[in-house]
């Protein structure tokens, strides 16, 4: 799912209720109990969009947040020092500047850069500030998007009272979490008086297949502080190599050219904080895709060498270069910050009929290779 993204919006808010008013309607509603949001028929877009180029939405992207992303939030922090540092030296006062900066969410160990607009390409490397709403600030409502494989990989981990901080030049804005909503295209959505943000991606969180559903973390707005400098990005974890034999080209084994739907991907294990806060399980979930891929293309042309290669002292069947038939399920064994497996499970057609297999991917020594193939009843 590569293609640009589009994502729900929160619509400005309509003007205040005349008195004897009861609800305005519009892009949103404002009611005396409280004001609410309404998502227009956009909701669903984000993930449709990224589900517009097939099954392929996360392996196109998956290397550059976590070394763009990281180049942001240094780029971010040293504009926001160049900014205080010139006011600092010259009035004295540093008003708050409303724009791009750094999210800060302690319980997930996520610093996020935050840019303007819902593209693909911003997406790919930040969360995506809503051009429809206004920057994060006292008083005001703003929405800000992300990847549900990305920085909000874990943002079901939120609950309420959880503190989450947004840094730009010569302010830090402090919200807290005051829940959760899973939302359909045309639901409304509560907000806290007083401004707030919501953090929206895609539900479920696991999934790697299109999903019209969004997952939406609401926090309310609670004060205002001095510019500071944000927590630097974790540098992202080590990642294990796939040595792939002369003649076969990376770019002929990715889901852009090799047709599988894909089911979920799940981490298990002791996973640490710079894993679950970066790209990395997906580039894990690519180094297995790869050997998948790469096996298929060995049975193909008859490349035995190849195979020895990617699974050696392996006997790969010859049905694994059947046509796909279900879902490709992902499991990862995480320990830390090191992938140690990777299991992926699925079924193919051959001329023997249909057969539901599981393929495990060891790493030893930085190295991922096939390990084992077999099928299941």
Same mark, same amino acid.
């Given at each position: 799912m590569e293609a640009a993204v589009?994502?729900?919006?929160?619509?400005?808010?309509?003007?205040?209720?005349?008195?004897?008013?009861?609800? $305005?309607?519009?892009?949103?509603?404002?009611?005396? !109990?409280? %004001? @609410?949001?309404?998502?227009? +028929?956009?909701? /669903?877009?984000?993930?449709?969009?990224?589900?517009a180029a097939g099954i392929a939405y996360p392996l196109v992207w998956q290397h550059h947040q976590d070394t763009v992303g $990281?180049?942001?939030?240094?780029?971010?922090?040293? !504009?926001? %020092? @160049?900014?205080?540092?010139? +006011?600092?030296? /010259?009035?004295?006062?540093?008003?708050?500047?409303?724009g791009p900066g750094v999210l800060d969410i302690p319980t997930l160990h996520v610093a996020a850069p935050v840019e303007q607009g819902l593209s693909d390409p911003v997406l790919a490397v930040a969360l995506g500030h809503d051009p429809t709403?206004?920057?994060?600030?006292p008083g005001s409502s703003s929405l800000i998007a992300g990847h549900d494989v990305g920085y909000l990989s874990a943002d079901t981990a939120l609950v309420a009272g959880d503190t989450i901080s947004y840094a730009e030049p010569c302010a830090t804005l402090h919200y807290t979490v005051t829940g959760h909503e899973i939302t359909a295209?045309?639901?409304?959505?509560?907000?806290?008086?007083?401004?707030?943000?919501?953090?929206?991606?895609?539900?479920?969180?696991d999934a790697l297949w299109f999903t019209s559903q969004r997952y939406?973390?609401?926090?309310?707005?609670?004060?205002?502080?001095?510019?500071v400098s944000a927590p630097a990005a974790a540098t992202p974890p080590p990642l294990p190599h796939v040595h792939l034999p002369a003649g076969l080209a990376a770019t002929s084994l990715t889901l852009t050219t090799n047709s599988?739907?894909?089911g979920t991907l799940h981490v298990s294990g002791s996973p640490g904080p710079a894993w679950t806060?970066?790209?990395?399980?997906?580039?894990?979930?690519?180094d297995a895709l790869e050997l998948l891929f790469g096996l298929r293309h060995a049975l193909a042309t008859g490349q035995d060498g190849w195979l020895g290669t990617l699974a050696p002292g392996v006997s790969v069947p010859s049905w694994l270069g059947g046509t796909p038939d279900s879902q490709l399920d992902v499991n990862e064994v995480v320990n830390g910050t090191t992938a140690t497996s990777v299991t992926l499970?699925?079924?193919?057609?051959?001329?023997?009929?249909?057969?539901?297999?599981?393929?495990?991917?060891?790493?030893?020594?930085?190295?991922?290779v096939v390990t084992s193939v077999s099928a299941t009843t």
């Open positions: 589009a994502t729900e919006r929160l619509t400005p808010p309509p003007p205040p209720p005349t008195p004897g008013e009861g609800t $305005r309607t519009g892009g949103g509603t404002l009611s005396r !109990r409280g %004001r @609410r949001w309404r998502w227009p +028929a956009l909701l /669903g877009l984000a993930c449709l969009a990224l589900a $990281r180049s942001l939030v240094q780029a971010d922090q040293g !504009r926001a %020092r @160049r900014i205080e540092q010139q +006011a600092g030296s /010259g009035s004295g006062s540093c008003p708050a500047q409303p709403t206004p920057w994060p600030g295209p045309g639901q409304q959505v509560t907000l806290p008086p007083g401004g707030g943000i919501v953090l929206d991606s895609c539900w479920p969180t939406l973390v609401i926090a309310r707005y609670v004060s205002t502080g001095p510019g599988w739907p894909m806060a970066s790209q990395a399980a997906l580039d894990v979930e690519g499970r699925s079924s193919v057609q051959s001329a023997s009929g249909s057969t539901t297999f599981v393929l495990v991917a060891t790493v030893h020594g930085g190295n991922m």
